[in-house]
């Protein structure tokens, strides 16, 4: 490649007229990005379009087989009107773990940068700057050999889409119940769970709904071989505040999504001097923790909620409450400080905020 050409709309859509009622991924902007992959060629063709829909075979293998990946990350508005995104090459760098482990050619991290910020400039309008908006940015990709067989594919489609956003749940950011999950598992070692494969997602389902059911907004998932130690919560990782240190679960197990909210609330935590720790966390330690008194806060974290508290657990029969159901202090203090500067609204220590 790397020609990227730009065929602007001719009939814009109207904008979202009360920014403080938008929900999450309704809305789309005018345009997007595509750019096809065909073996022997590499990726060519890298087109900005109008919005709107795809040809496609119905014998695509993503229809069939999965063999696809995504993305997200944010563009922020800040005070002086500068349009931000916070570590966007992290989002392509695991983009492309995520296509390693999926068979899938990866793409070129200084040309997704490209034609990103290209893509989001003409559509910088779209930007919501209400309290707590953001436009997600959503980039991924999937096979599209006309082929029913299984095997991997020999031509990709990567695309861009946007749209603007609020806040993720539809509580905002009161805190939630969660539902342990004793049966389902989202991933396995050895499996896809460190990829954002749209498979994990297709197989978090079952359990979201049995949660629902009971009451709970999310699944806490458990590993998949002894159903023991904590993974993951929902689409989010997981943070739990023992005794004065903040600990979330290690990710040898490779069944884990190596979160970029993640690494930056524990980067925050040391920064604001708590110590943070990543190591295996059985859940018995949780509900223990809560019995004596322990267990301060429980969070989760992604790049759709952000930071995302949690109230209750409830795990085999058992049920604990978490600081009095309200959120707690360092949650509250992390979220406050990680959106003041993805929103550059406050100095950014890490560099991790890119001005566009
Ligand atoms: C995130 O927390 O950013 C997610 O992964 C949720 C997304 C699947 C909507």
Redesign the pocket.
């Known amino acids: 490649m790397k020609k990227l050409t730009i065929q602007k709309t001719d009939r814009p859509k109207g904008k979202p007229q009360d920014q403080s009622k938008l929900g999450f991924g309704t809305i789309f902007t005018d345009h997007m990005l595509c750019v096809d992959y065909t073996e022997g060629k590499g990726w060519h063709d890298a087109q900005i379009l109008p919005y709107g829909p795809i040809p496609m075979e119905p014998s695509a293998s993503v229809l069939h087989y999965a063999q696809s990946a995504f993305e997200?990350l944010k563009a922020y508005k800040s005070p002086k009107g500068e349009t931000l995104l916070f570590r966007p090459r992290d989002n392509f760098a695991r983009f492309n773990h995520s296509c390693e482990g999926l068979c899938i050619p990866a793409i070129d991290v200084d040309f997704a940068m490209e034609s990103l910020i290209e893509l989001v400039h003409l559509d910088e309008d779209w930007i919501p700057t209400a309290p707590g908006t953001s436009l997600y940015i959503r980039p991924f990709v999937f096979a599209t050999d006309a082929y029913v067989g299984v095997r991997v594919s020999h031509t990709y489609k990567y695309m861009v889409i946007l749209s603007p956003v609020g806040a993720?749940y539809a509580k905002g950011l009161e805190p939630v119940g969660i539902y342990v999950e004793n049966q389902y598992v989202r991933a396995v070692r050895g499996g896809l769970g460190s990829a954002k494969a749209a498979a994990n997602?297709a197989a978090s389902l079952r359990a979201g709904e049995v949660a629902k059911s009971k009451g709970y907004a999310q699944v806490l998932w458990l590993d998949g071989v002894e159903r023991k130690y904590v993974e993951e919560v929902g689409?989010?990782n997981i943070f739990f505040k023992i005794k004065g240190e903040l600990v979330t679960p290690s990710l040898e197990s490779g069944s884990i999504l190596k979160g970029i909210t993640r690494d930056s609330i524990m980067r925050l935590a040391e920064h604001m001097g708590l110590k943070a720790r990543e190591r295996r966390i059985p859940i018995a330690e949780i509900f223990e923790a809560s019995q004596t008194g322990d267990l301060e806060e429980v969070f989760g974290t992604?790049?759709?909620?952000v930071v995302s508290s949690v109230s209750e657990l409830y795990w085999d029969g058992r049920s604990i409450t978490v600081n009095g159901g309200v959120m707690g202090d360092f949650t509250k203090k992390a979220y406050d400080t990680l959106t003041g500067i993805q929103y550059g609204q406050l100095e950014d220590p890490f560099g991790w905020v890119m001005k566009i």
Not at 302 to 305: I, P, S
């Open positions: 997200g993720y997602y689409s989010m992604g790049t759709a909620a």
